[in-house]
Structure formats: C-alpha cells, structure tokens
C-alpha cells in the first residue's frame, strides 16, 4: 500500500471512529432530548398581546429552559415560542429547569415580566421526567400545583 493510500483510507475512517467512540466536532456527547408541551398563562389567561402583533412569532412570550445543576449539559438552554393561545413545544434532556418568560411586546399588563421572570431571577424551576410530559405554567403561581 502507498502512503497516499493510508492516509486517504484513514480520512475515510476516522469520522466513523470518532463517532463510534463519542467524539464529536462540538465537544462532549449529546444527551438525548425530550418533547414537553404545556400552556403559558397568568391568573388562567394567555398573556395578551395586541391583534395586530398576535401573529408576528417576536411579539409572543418565549421561555427559555435553562438547566440547573448538575449533569452532562449543566449549561443547556432551549426556547419555547408560545403560540396565541399560550400552548408551548420544547425539545430538552431530562432534568431540573429554571424556566425564564420574556416578551419582546409588553403591554402595561406585562410589564412586571421585564425582571421577574428573567433568566436569572424566574423562579419556575421545573423537573422534566420523560416524553410527552406537560408543563402548565401560570405566572400568578409560578411554583406550580
């Protein structure tokens, strides 16, 4: 074999090896995610957002789910765009979540979500346990049932 041919075959192989034994070009293995579905609300209502902003994805609330703790991703975050009615989708890894709301638009209703439920200062803090698990939150009683 010819060293042009050993070093073509091993730039072939080498990504196969990397995978195979958890390397990856963006560090540490990726723990598998989760879908979790739930409803944003305050006092049982969606967060109102004017007619004619209510379709624009950037006037709705968003939440984050910032991990806590520790774990394989201690440092994971994923957004949730909220649609109108206040329904959520997020893909996560299981685990403990400090859960931010934030609103681009904010009416004189919202206003008290500027800092209160930041990422630094929510205090929803929220366990996701598996698949298809809901998580209902209503920001007049943030610590949930």
């Known amino acids: 074999m010819s060293v042009r041919m050993l070093i073509v075959g ?51 609330p968003v939440l984050s789910f910032i991990r806590v703790g520790d774990g394989a991703q201690a440092n994971f975050s994923a957004p949730a765009i909220t649609e109108p009615d206040g329904r959520f989708e997020a893909r996560v890894p299981k685990g403990k979540y400090r859960i931010a709301v934030q609103q681009t638009y904010a009416g004189p209703a919202e206003q008290k979500l500027l800092s209160k439920f930041d990422p630094r200062n929510s205090p929803i803090l929220r366990e996701v346990t598996g698949e298809g698990q ?7 009683n943030p610590q949930g049932p």
């Open 134 to 140: 809901e998580i209902n939150i209503d920001l007049g």
């Open 10 to 60: 091993f730039g072939l192989l080498a990504p196969a090896w990397m995978a195979a034994v958890g390397c990856s070009p963006g560090g540490p293995p990726q723990e598998p995610t989760v879908l979790v579905k739930g409803k944003l609300t305050n006092a049982g209502q969606p967060l109102s957002v004017p007619a004619n902003l209510a379709a624009q994805k950037g006037a709705r």
